[in-house]
């Protein structure tokens, strides 16, 4: 990854931080990973899994790689965020309740989406997976 895309998405993710508006986790990751000019909230699929399909699959996570969490036996998407540090693998994203939050430990965010009431509902988390954030023009 380009040294000039590595600034602006530490610059970006400062500036997610501060919004105020409604968001979600989204609007916020793809805000940060310059998929999308504005941070906002995104709830169609038509939106997201396009701009998810360009991006390249990784095996493995990388640093500012994205993490896209997959539920239930289709496996559809369920929440999104930026891989912030390697080891311990930790995230930045915005969470079920709205709230930004930075380098957070991924493991505990799998617990947290996995709540009985999550599970019971939705269906399991069945699957992490990391994909490359393209280099800004």
Do not use: W
Not at 1 to 19: F, G, N, S
Not at 83 to 95: A, C, G, V
Not at 97 to 102: A, R, S, T
């Amino acid at each position: 990854m380009e040294q000039k895309t590595i600034i602006k998405i530490v610059k970006r993710i400062k500036l997610a931080k501060r919004h105020k508006r409604v968001t979600n986790c989204f609007g916020t990751a793809f805000y940060i990973a310059g998929i999308f000019e504005k941070d906002m909230f995104i709830c169609s699929p038509y939106i997201y899994e396009p701009a998810i399909a360009k991006l390249t699959k990784l095996e493995q996570p990388e640093l500012y790689s994205l993490a896209i969490f997959k539920r239930g036996e289709n496996r559809y998407i369920d929440h999104i965020a930026i891989i912030t540090r390697i080891n311990p693998l930790l995230i930045t994203h915005r969470d079920l309740d709205e709230q930004f939050k930075k380098d957070e430990p991924l493991d505990e965010v799998v617990k947290r989406h996995s709540s009985e009431s999550l599970v019971k509902t939705y269906g399991s988390i069945t699957d992490i997976e990391y994909r490359r954030i393209p280099n800004f023009n």
